[in-house]
T-cell receptor, first 114, second 113 residues
């Protein structure tokens, strides 16, 4: 199964943009890139996902490299509420051996300073 | 909307006791799964189900049983609890197994003494 690599931690100041990187050099053509975040003492929540093109929603933007071997989650203006663990996950839409097996890595701990 | 509901939120067991963690969703999702999260760690998949009557093992299935008799419910059973099963357990559901958004419950914190 394709794996992802993220920095253990990152820091930001409130109201500044945050760029959270994710490497996935063994990504397959049918892998979607998903991002989830987990606020303290809560279950994970969906943030955004994409395949090839950059994606935007109300929470964030997802920038995907042309070769798809890396991606970046962009929080345009960090708030204190954005302090969380951010997980980059690959989901194979074609199924195969990873069908149903959504794998979370260690994620990136984002600290936001006032 | 209830979403994904887990019960109980907190439970303390003694070694060897059995219990069931309940998970229910009201979104008519085919896919449901159980994860455990140990302190400072990411989530690890225990078992999952792609529809009623269909279950399969994840990364860490030993010591846990599941069944999926209805679309709505996916209980996780600990037959003989061990201290190593002290963890926070999360249930998740989604429309399909390999695409779309997953919705997570608030978690069940289990302590085994």
């Amino acid at each position: 199964d394709a794996k992802t690599t993220q920095p253990n931690s990152m820091e930001s100041n409130e109201e500044e943009p945050v760029h959270l990187p994710c490497n996935h050099s063994t990504i397959s053509g049918t892998d979607y890139i998903h991002w989830y975040r987990q606020l303290p003492s809560q279950g994970p929540e969906y943030v955004i996902h994409g395949l090839t093109s950059n994606v935007n929603n109300r929470m964030a933007s997802l920038a995907i490299a042309e070769d798809r071997k890396s991606s970046t989650l962009i929080l345009h203006r960090a708030t204190l509420r954005d302090a969380a663990v951010y997980y980059c996950i690959l989901r194979d839409i074609a199924g195969g051996t990873s069908y149903g097996k959504l794998t979370f890595g260690q994620g990136t701990i984002l600290t936001v300073h006032p | 909307n209830a979403g994904v509901t887990q019960t109980p939120k907190f439970q303390v067991l003694k070694t060897g006791q059995s219990m069931t963690l309940q998970c229910a969703q009201d979104m008519n999702h085919e896919y449901m799964s159980w994860y455990r999260q140990d302190p400072g760690m990411g989530l690890r998949l225990i078992h999952y189900s792609v529809g009623a009557g269909i279950t399969d093992q994840g990364e860490v299935p030993n010591g846990y049983n599941v069944s999926r008799s209805t679309t709505e419910d996916f209980p996780l059973r600990l037959l003989s609890a061990a201290p190593s099963q002290t963890s926070v357990y999360f249930c998740a559901s989604g429309l399909q197994a390999n695409t779309g958004e997953l919705f997570f419950g608030e978690g069940s914190r289990l302590t085994v003494l």
